[in-house]
Each structure stands twice: as C-alpha cells, then as structure tokens.
C-alpha cells in the first residue's frame, strides 16, 4: 500500500507503546524501543503513553539502575486510538484477548519460525499460534525488513497477509550531519561490534584479519563487546569491552569507533536486523556482511557487499581488498552508506508507523471482517 503524506487537518491521535523491552532504557534491546518510542513522541499531532513500564526515578538515573520488570497491571489501553506492540507478541496477544476493542499495530523484526531455522533457537510451545494470532488480529503487522516480511505468510500460515516494511532507525542521540572524513587507507581500520561471540562470526573477523596481514596488508582490527581472552593479546587486535550508550562517554567512544573504521565486519551466522548495520553507515562505515535474514533490506549493492552465511575468511578477505583497493571507489562506497543511513531514521520511521496508524483505523481490520461475517452468516 502506498503512504501518502499526513494532512495539516489531521485529528490528534492517542498511541500507547507496549513492549516487554524497556523504552525508557537505550541498553534494552540494543536502544530500539527507546528510540522508538521517542520518535513517535516527537511527531506533532500523536499523543503517546507508554504501557506497561514505569519512568525511571531521580535514584535510578544517578545510579544507572534498570528501571523493574514490565507491570501487567499498567497495560490498560483506555482511551487510546490504537496500540504499537514494539516486539511484544506474548504482551500483544493478552491485549487482543483481553481489550478486543483496542486496534493494535504488531512492529517486529523475525517470526518464530526465522528463529528456529536461523538462530537454531528452541522456540517455546505456542508462539507460532501467538504469533499467527496477533498477526491476525492487528490493524498493521510491520516487520523491519523486507525478507522477513516476504516469509511471514508462510510461516504464520496466512496466505492473505499483507504486511508492510518500516526499516528501523539508527540507535543514537547525535549523529553527523555530514559523511566523516575517513583516514587513510594504508592502514586499514576493521571494526567488529557484538556481544554474541559465536552467533556474530567473532573467529571469522579474526581469521580474515590474520589472512591480510599474512598477506602484508597493514590490517588492525577494533573489536566492541565481548573479545575472547584468546584473542586479547594479539598484535592487531584491540578490545574495547562492552560500551554502554546511555554513557555520554561511551557513546562518543562508539561513535569515534565507527568514524575511524573503514569497514565494519558482519560474518553473522544468523541475524534479524541488526542494528550496528544502520550505525555503522550513518557514520560512513561500509559494510561487509553475511547474507542472513534481513541484512540484504540495509547493506545495498554499492554501499557494502554480502557474502554467503558460510563464506570462508580467504572469501572474506579478497572481498576486503577489493572494496578498499581504489581510494575513489571506497570513498563512493562510504558516501553511498553514509547516504543509505539517511534514510533509515527513527523520525522517518514513526512517521510512516503514524501513517499506517491512521489508515488502518479508517477501515476495518481482518480480525474485524471475518468476525462481522461470521455474525452475518
């Protein structure tokens, strides 16, 4: 469906924002529903109230305590237009059953069957039944990539689904306004971000590092999360540890990474949409990637390159060399990512979620169609 501009005449309109992460919390789930949920109370003519989670007190914000776990008590919807479940399936289908008069929008990143076949996750009992639920049951399912939400039919077994594709935004509070000079190419500066060692492709990175260096290009590799204590010694390899973003410090520290880094590394073995794709390039970082779930709807030809899930590092590093071999072409590249990012914000993104909103409360949902036909008959 196409999405036309919001009218200036358009009425207030009252959104809650449900998710089991907290979005009151940039480390919960790596910042997303904190992001969202700002964006969405930026937009002039919507009304948000957040459910289920309580704003952190004065305590909490010197101290840096997460904020309690979410309360079931505060999901209530009153007097809303309509609910965005943030990847809030479980939430979500509680809601439908308990305030069926509540329209609600189901924002995700994966179904459970991407998980199971992606992730190798033992996914619960009843969450592909939730899951075909809630998508039945919402005015709007809105996945954040295109490959997911080409596999939701299928998966959920609703051959008429029609979702729609909204790319999430970029999880920082200040981003460059122009692309960031990039330093020299005579050494080139890898960078490697995640906390699942395993799952992210860690060895990957560093077999590659080590196959251009014994190639005797001047490689050094930055590695943000967690670094196995094998790898910390080294030569071209430093560790940065985890940097949290709700840190001033660390969020500049994460930004400098990103400015400096010519490339970021990606040898994911599973992955929905991860977020260090769009940071990466906001800061005019390429992107080198494997071709796993919803990679592909961020790292375009001409801004990046994909590599198959089970690339070997040879593969990965005569791909590195060929992106960074010609000065010019790579600074195209770093233009180009730097240009994708633009159009991947959160301001952008709950524009289009407020449009979608206020589409969907102007027909009925499928939810409501098959409910009045099954009274008419």
Request: with cysteine; charged share 25%.
């Amino acid at each position: 469906m196409s999405i036309h501009p919001l009218s200036p005449a358009e009425p207030p309109l009252s959104l809650g924002f449900l998710s089991p992460h907290n979005p009151y919390d940039r480390r919960a789930f790596s910042g997303t529903a904190f992001f969202a949920a700002r964006a969405l109370e930026r937009r002039p003519r919507v009304a948000l109230t957040i459910l289920g989670h309580r704003p952190p007190g004065p305590l909490s914000r010197v101290l840096g305590a997460r904020a309690p776990a979410i309360d079931k008590s505060r999901i209530a919807p009153g007097r809303l237009d309509a609910v965005v479940g943030m990847v809030a399936t479980g939430l979500l289908d509680g809601m439908i059953r308990d305030h069926p008069d509540c329209p609600v929008l189901h924002v995700t990143d994966a179904t459970p069957g991407f998980l199971r076949d992606a992730y190798g996750w033992r996914i619960e009992a009843g969450a592909d039944a939730a899951e075909t639920r809630v998508a039945e049951g919402a005015v709007r399912t809105i996945y954040s990539s295109s490959e997911i939400a080409a596999r939701a039919p299928g998966d959920l077994a609703l051959p008429d689904l029609r979702p729609d594709v909204v790319p999430f935004g970029v999880n920082f509070d200040h981003l460059p306004v122009t692309n960031p000079r990039k330093p020299s190419l005579n050494r080139l500066n890898l960078l490697f971000v995640g906390l699942d060692w395993e799952r992210k492709g860690g060895d990957i990175a560093v077999a590659t590092l080590d196959r251009l260096r014994a190639m005797d290009w001047d490689a050094h590799l930055t590695v943000v999360g967690r670094c196995p204590e094998r790898h910390r010694d080294h030569p071209a390899i430093t560790s940065e540890g985890f940097l949290n973003k709700n840190r001033p410090r660390d969020a500049d520290r994460l930004a400098c990474l990103y400015m400096q880094a010519h490339l970021l590394l990606l040898p994911s073995r599973a992955d929905c949409t991860p977020m260090v794709v769009a940071e990466a390039m906001a800061h005019g970082t390429p992107v080198i990637a494997s071709e796993t779930g919803g990679v592909r709807s961020l790292v375009r030809p001409g801004m990046g390159a994909l590599l198959p899930a089970f690339a070997s590092p040879a593969d990965w590093a005569e791909e590195i060399k060929r992106v960074t071999g010609d000065a010019d072409a790579y600074t195209m590249l770093s233009d180009a990512a730097f240009d994708r990012a633009g159009q991947m914000t959160w301001d952008k993104w709950a524009e289009r979620v407020e449009t979608l909103a206020r589409q969907a409360l102007r027909v009925p949902s499928r939810f409501e169609r098959v409910l009045k036909a099954a009274v008419q008959a």
